[in-house]
């Protein structure tokens, strides 16, 4: 293996970016009027999502693995990962002919497991964490000479994530911030060290979950610590603590790194969802959840958010969905308990349809303790425009006669 312990170079971005040519996906930066609008600078998506496998990690993945002796490729390689990772070491090792283990915690959605499996590499099911993944998968590299492929703390595969600043000051040379997502810090070493190689002057924000910020501690700190406070929804970027390059990395290059709640990382999928017809991931969301959150300001300049990847539990979406909904006032639970006779519920649903409300869900609980003999409780969850409407609707309900409660 050529040296993989120090710092990536702009030279070595630039090979990447050579190497890497026609075997990715030359990713499309948009712009996005509707952000813009409501945040008074002009705002461009850096598309990852769009990337094979459906994230940026095939692009380090490939160039790590060009850089195999040949005695390394016939042992072929081994990497852990519940995620994004997995799937860009397994896909790159198809493409280059070798053979790939994956090692993957015993939790992991059967959903990711399969999507690894497509593209060819084993599986090892291993502990209860991504700890004790790594360390069973540390000791399968020893005992079968296979090569281990780290998720972010390697020159090669930070070289190679680094092709997107390059992409990007090629798209938008005029860029004033870039915004990355950042979880062992990998993908922003990369951008941030190509993007200032070309412009000097361009800023470099990173993003983490509030609950997952070790790397935004260990650059406070001035050396690597373990911060997390919680779990997160963005588990791609749920990372323990940075790698010694990427820190070094990122106090060199990073101009800072903030936090996001998971609660304005789920209104920042919504939104991309809803008014861009984009699907990412929470990860890939955290720019844009910065902005939202009124944490960067982008008046006047011209800011690229990198969606980083579009690899979504889809029962995830389905919840964040309905949420976003709740929070928009466009999905309200009106609570009634009824007399137990024919043509109450009718009543109750016509004057909901009668005020323009669609009934989304009903749910009719008679155990509930609460509910007096002779009655039953229901629950209405509607769909309303806003919460104009929703108000005009209650007014029409209260008009049947029948006492209910609004949940929050």
Not at 2 to 15: A, G, I, N
Not at 269 to 279: A, G, R, T, W
Not at 294 to 315: E, P, Q, R, T
Not at 387 to 407: C, I, P, Q, R, T
Request: net charge neutral; proline share 3%.
């Amino acid at each position: 293996m050529v040296e993989s312990t120090r710092q990536p170079t702009f030279e070595d971005v630039l090979e990447a970016a050579k190497f890497l040519n026609g075997k990715i996906n030359r990713t499309q930066t948009d712009s996005s009027e509707t952000i813009g609008k409501n945040s008074g600078g002009l705002v461009y998506y850096k598309l990852e999502n769009l990337q094979k496998t459906g994230s940026f990690k095939i692009r380090g993945a490939l160039f790590k693995i060009s850089k195999l002796t040949t005695e390394e490729r016939k042992a072929g390689v081994i990497a852990v990962s519940a995620g994004n990772h997995a799937q860009g070491v397994a896909l790159a090792s198809r493409i280059s002919g070798i053979n790939c283990k994956i090692v993957m915690p015993k939790y992991t959605t059967p959903a990711k497991i399969s999507a690894v499996e497509r593209y060819g590499a084993q599986i090892d099911l291993f502990g209860s964490d991504y700890a004790e993944a790594r360390d069973h998968a540390l000791k399968l590299a020893i005992e079968e000479h296979r090569t281990f492929i780290e998720g972010f703390n390697d020159r090669w595969i930070i070289a190679g994530q680094g092709t997107i600043g390059l992409e990007i000051m090629e798209d938008i040379p005029d860029a004033d911030i870039l915004i990355v997502p950042v979880g062992g810090g990998g993908l922003i070493s990369g951008i941030a060290m190509a993007a200032k190689a070309i412009n000097p002057k361009v800023m470099v924000i990173g993003v983490q979950s509030e609950n997952y910020d070790s790397a935004r501690a260990s650059v406070e700190a001035g050396s690597i610590v373990e911060h997390v406070s919680g779990e997160t929804i963005a588990d791609g970027i749920a990372i323990r603590r940075p790698g010694d390059i990427t820190l070094s990395m990122m106090q060199k290059y990073v101009d800072s790194i903030l936090t996001v709640s998971d609660e304005t990382i789920a209104l920042a999928l919504y939104h991309l969802l809803e008014h861009n017809k984009i699907l990412v991931e929470p990860a890939g969301a955290t720019g844009l959840a910065a902005i939202l959150a009124k944490k960067i300001d982008i008046s006047g300049k011209k800011a690229v958010v990198v969606l980083s990847g579009g690899n979504i539990n889809l029962l995830l979406l389905s919840k964040i969905i309905y949420k976003s909904l709740e929070h928009e006032s466009r999905l309200i639970r009106i609570g009634f308990k009824i007399p137990d006779r024919p043509g109450t519920l009718y009543r109750i649903a016509s004057a909901i349809s009668e005020a323009g409300g669609n009934i989304y869900h009903a749910e009719v609980d008679n155990l509930d303790e609460s509910t007096p003999i002779g009655f039953q409780s229901i629950t209405f969850t509607v769909n309303v425009r806003n919460s104009k409407h929703a108000a005009e609707l209650l007014e029409k309900v209260k008009s049947v006669g029948y006492k209910f409660d609004v949940f929050e």
